[in-house]
């Protein structure tokens, strides 16, 4: 199984070689690692270029956009930079973020999960982060979403989602769109990640009503907004991000911004999603 791994990276000098030793050591090693260097102002375009001078299958590609750390679209576009530097003998493409530390077996369980189920379009382990002086689930999604941070991608599966989109909410939608196409989602609770910079630590303040954005560009309606903001923001502890995320919702239908799925990919993720709020209602 071939592995290709694209890694966006901005101003990560301080931890970039910690996710790329712990790539360089699996048992199951990738084929190709390219880290993104995203307008960094750092240092780490030369820790990585100590990577290259040891590992053949290692590269970087350096790229200019905005500063401004802004979810969605900056990394996706930086991710796109790496990928299309890569020849398509891939059978699985992975997106990780640049402030990981995988456990040794990661490649190897993820492998083996591809070959267990040829149903099996997407595939993720959980990210834990330091508290003190222990390392604790960073539990901001249910545990059958794959997080951002470490997205792996059966090359066909990748193909009929139409790869990443470059909007807020991309590694929601792709995990929909995945199982419109019948894929299954896999995760692994035994596959414990060190992430080190938790989740929106660097957001831009500007990023605030993205998430409401997305919501609405994934053709959610008000409703599943709602119920999907309420429960966000008190994962996230912050319940006045409640506000944010309806503004942001409200914002986009106004300027009636463009989807990013379509009325029948819409049409399936608001029946999805229902199904799943039911399935919770009936459960508790």
Avoid at 47 to 56: A, G, H, L, R, W
Avoid at 189 to 207: D, F, I, M
Avoid at 251 to 263: C, E
Avoid at 265 to 272: H, Q, Y
């Amino acid at each position: 199984m071939n592995i290709y791994i694209v890694i966006p990276a901005h101003n990560e000098e301080l931890l970039i070689s910690k996710t790329l030793e712990s790539l360089v050591f699996q048992t199951f090693l990738p084929k190709k690692i390219v880290v993104v260097n995203d307008n960094s102002t750092d240092n780490t375009e030369n820790v990585v270029q100590e990577f290259i001078n040891q590992y053949s299958y290692i590269s970087v590609v350096n790229t200019n956009s905005s500063q401004d750390h802004m979810p969605g679209s900056k990394v996706i576009n930086a991710f796109y930079q790496g990928y299309k530097t890569l020849d398509d003998q891939y059978d699985v493409i992975c997106k990780f973020d640049a402030d990981l530390i995988f456990p040794k077996n990661y490649l190897e369980t993820l492998k083996k999960h591809f070959q267990e189920n040829p149903k099996t379009g997407m595939f993720g382990g959980f990210c834990y982060i330091q508290k003190n002086d222990s390392w604790i689930l960073e539990n901001l999604t249910n545990k059958d979403h794959i997080r951002g941070a470490l997205k792996a991608y059966k090359k066909i599966c990748f193909q009929d989602i139409g790869g990443l989109k470059p909007a807020m909410g991309w590694d929601t939608v792709d995990e929909l769109l995945a199982q419109y196409h019948n894929w299954k989602i896999k995760t692994d609770e035994s596959l414990k990640v060190k992430h080190l910079k938790p989740t929106g630590n660097t957001y831009n303040p500007k990023a605030k009503y993205k998430q409401g954005e997305a919501f609405y560009k994934m053709r959610y309606g008000f409703i599943i907004t709602l119920i999907a903001s309420i429960k966000l923001a008190l994962l996230k502890k912050q319940p006045k991000l409640i506000i944010d995320y309806l503004a942001g919702f409200f914002k986009a239908k106004k300027a009636q911004q463009p989807y990013i799925v379509s009325q029948p990919e819409g049409d399936f993720i608001r029946k999805l999603r229902w199904g799943k709020i039911l399935q919770k209602l009936f459960k508790s």
